[in-house]
């Protein structure tokens, strides 16, 4: 159906940056929104930033002013640009998007397969 692939991730040391990209393909009639989660060890997955067709953002607050997420909705592509990273952003970052499959039908949600992203100290 459906396929997120992410990449971008990697380990960096404390204030550098790193550039998280999640491409859509498949069988889509359109995607709503598109965000990306993280998940670190022994904690719940949480949304870090989303972001809608017509480009309207939401952030966690403890990313906010570090964090960017944009999207080419030509290439079904969402970024997150990270900088003044910090060993708490340590964790796996996944990729959800909202997607219509077939016209007047509801939307569905899918995930990426993780990336691991490690601040260093």
């Known amino acids: 159906q459906v396929q997120l692939v992410e990449s971008g991730g990697g380990l960096v040391q404390s204030g550098g940056s790193l550039r998280l990209s999640c491409a859509a393909s498949?069988?889509?009639?359109?995607?709503?929104?598109m965000g990306w989660y993280r998940q670190a060890p022994g904690k719940q997955r949480e949304l870090v930033a989303d972001i809608n067709r017509d480009g309207f953002t939401n952030y966690a607050d403890s990313v906010k002013g570090r964090f960017t997420i944009s999207r080419d909705n030509a290439k079904n592509t969402v970024y997150l640009q990270m900088n003044s990273l910090k060993p708490e952003d340590t964790a796996v970052y996944y990729c959800?998007?909202?997607?219509?499959?077939?016209?007047?039908?509801?939307?569905?949600?899918?995930w990426g397969q993780g990336t691991q992203v490690t601040v260093s100290s």
């Open positions: 959800n998007a909202r997607v219509i499959l077939v016209k007047i039908t509801p939307q569905e949600s899918f």
């Open positions: 498949g069988s889509i009639f359109a995607i709503n929104a």
